[in-house]
């Protein structure tokens, strides 16, 4: 049997104690790997377990239960219904596509986790790709177990790698052995300073990871934790949370050694010699020394803490630390590609339903009013009989806390304007290998569903050659026929650019990413005269009105070297500066692409 990897042991860990550990983060694409993962996990538990797949799209109702609204009106009384949190209880909730979870169903879960009326436990599959497409952190810091699974064996066969490796242990003794272990005050204490060397502030992360570590010592049949055990949670649970990285243990300086005319000690100075013991009284035991007496408890937290920092440290996920560092124009964790909140509108995504008054234009949700109002049926009908108004005229009596208003979100479209410089000295340098660069940027935009725009400045002015549009097609016939040459009016093309992203930005709703293509040699003033130093002037004076505006953009130098005006451009517009590489335009779009 071959050695399971990280994910299959932390599926093993949330068999054994799913309440404790709350979850397992399985990040990476769908394929035969998670596949496997998941298999192995379904295996661990015992038959019957419940196992229910969570959809994006759910509702309060159907989420945490309440009334079941046709056998309600069929019964005449209110009939309740069980959520799927009620129905996955002692289970597994399998949450695919997780790092499409919005906010308002990552604090559900979180919260229905924390108060274990249900006791289940989260495998939330993370498919995201960057730094934007991440499960929200209320309900990842509530799950322990974060892992992505290796690659699949294809020794043995396709035909068996979606069953999974069977688990090679009884998971009922399993948890009979996990309430029997004892606390253990020195191992507790080494993931406490794991975790403050990794950045981790939180008191959680070093809990759920002994936690994890009492699990693996369950399933290894030992009835205490060990370094092993600690070291695997380590790894689990500390490493993928790293935030820093830990700083190496400095050496102790050595004393000064003695110089070597220093004088000898005199006959006074030197201690006198130990009385001797007299006959037939026991000689004082001489103190312990500290190179032989056994290390206290204290000793043998700080080097259990030693290892499993070079344990956690070996497993932190490669780039996950300069992702960290790396500063994004996003604006913010969880803006993401899917783009934040728009003003309320009337149609989109539908988001749960909530009291309101009935205005022009609003929508009301008829099921969830009919949900709020039957329970109180019996008490509204004897309420107009001690008022004496004798049998209600219709069967339903509704109230204006009972009226409950759809409500929709609409993510805010994504629009790349590209700005290129089209004048003579561009397409006598590198026009050619910036076209390169847009033609990769294009292709990303279309994966993103964002919309493109471009605009072209050279001569004595700057145009809009293509309006904002989905169409590749259009976006790459219009920078195919891009011709060159003439001046460079570069305080035109800041401009026209700003005018555009500025009206999508309030008339849309939407955001605007600007990405600049030029040397930033401008010669030709706003007012069309020509003159290198008030071009300068003026290109600089409508890149700070750019950066007033608060427009994200990119300036990319396509100089065959990078020049100190497009740094000072870029700087005055809060612009990210990438030099174009000299014939890798491959380069351009890994640089850009975050943006």
């Known amino acids: 049997m071959t050695s399971p990897d ?68 069929a019964a005449g009384r209110p009939v309740m219904q069980a959520g799927l949190l009620a129905e996955a209880d002692g289970g597994v909730l399998l949450l695919p596509m997780a790092e499409r979870v919005d906010a308002g169903l990552a604090a559900r879960l979180a919260s229905a986790l924390e108060q274990g009326a249900s006791r289940f436990g989260v495998v939330a599959l993370d498919e995201g790709q960057s730094a934007e497409e991440q499960l929200p952190a209320s309900l990842l810091e509530r799950l322990a177990l974060i892992a992505s699974p290796a690659a ?28 029997r272990i004892p606390y253990d005050d020195a191992t507790v204490q080494a993931l406490c300073g794991t975790a403050a060397a990794l950045g981790l502030p939180s008191l959680r992360a070093p809990w759920q990871a002994w936690r994890a570590a009492c699990a693996a010592a369950a399933i290894a049949g030992r009835e205490s934790v060990t370094q092993a055990d600690a070291e695997l949670a380590a790894r689990l649970v500390l490493a993928p949370r ?171 479209e994504t629009t790349t304007v590209f700005v290129v410089d089209a004048s003579g000295s561009q397409a006598l340098n590198r026009l050619a290998e910036a076209k390169g660069a847009v033609e990769l940027l294009l292709a990303d935009c279309y994966v993103r569903r964002d919309r493109v725009a471009l605009i072209a400045f050279r001569g004595e002015g700057a145009e809009v050659l293509l309006p904002p549009t989905r169409s590749l097609v259009r976006a790459r016939r219009s920078l195919s026929g891009l011709p060159g040459g003439g001046g460079t009016p570069l305080a035109a093309g800041i401009e026209a650019a700003w005018l555009l992203g500025s009206g999508l930005q309030s008339r849309d709703g939407g955001r605007a990413v600007l990405v600049f293509l030029t040397d930033a040699r401008a010669n030709i003033a706003r007012d069309g005269s020509p003159g290198r130093g008030p071009a300068m002037q003026d290109a600089l004076a409508a890149a700070q ?24 451009l870029a700087q005055a517009m809060a612009a990210r500066y990438v030099p174009l590489p000299h014939g890798q335009a491959s380069d351009v779009y890994a640089a850009c692409r975050r943006e």
């Open 545 to 568: 009105r750019l950066r007033a505006a608060g427009l994200a953009s990119v300036l990319i130098d396509t100089s065959p070297r990078p020049q100190p005006a497009a740094m000072a």
């Open 152 to 179: 699949p064996d294809l020794a043995a066969g396709f035909d068996r790698l979606g069953e999974g490796q069977a688990p090679p242990f009884d998971l009922l003794q399993a948890r009979q052995r996990l309430s």
């Open 6 to 73: 990280l994910a299959t042991q932390a599926a093993w860990l949330l068999a054994v104690d799913p309440a404790g550990l709350g979850g397992l983060c399985l990040r990476g694409p769908a394929g035969l790997a998670r596949d496997a993962v998941l298999a192995s996990l379904r295996r661990a538990l015992p038959d019957g377990t419940p196992w229910r797949r969570l959809p994006l799209q759910i509702d309060d109702e159907r989420l945490a239960g309440g009334l079941d609204l046709g056998l309600s009106l």
């Open 242 to 412: 790293a935030r820093t990285l830990p700083q190496s243990a400095q050496p102790e300086a050595e004393p000064d050694s003695e110089p070597e005319n220093a004088p000898e000690p005199s006959a006074e100075s030197q201690p006198e010699p130990p009385p001797e013991t007299p006959p037939g009284e026991p000689e004082a035991s001489a103190p312990d020394d500290p190179a032989t007496a056994p290390p206290d408890d204290a000793q043998q937290a700080q080097q259990l803490q030693e290892q499993m920092v070079a344990a956690a440290q070996a497993a932190i996920p490669p780039g996950l630390l300069a992702s960290l560092a790396g500063a994004s124009l996003q604006g913010g964790a969880g803006a993401g590609r899917r783009g934040a909140a728009a003003r309320p509108a009337q149609s989109g995504r539908p988001l749960a339903s909530r009291r309101g008054a009935l205005r022009a234009g609003s929508r009301p949700d008829l099921l969830a009013t009919l949900r709020a109002a039957i329970p109180w049926q019996r008490l509204r009908l004897l309420e107009r009989e001690q008022q004496g108004l004798g049998p209600a005229p219709v069967r339903l009596l509704l109230k204006r806390d009972d009226f409950h208003i759809k409500r929709y979100r609409r993510p805010d």
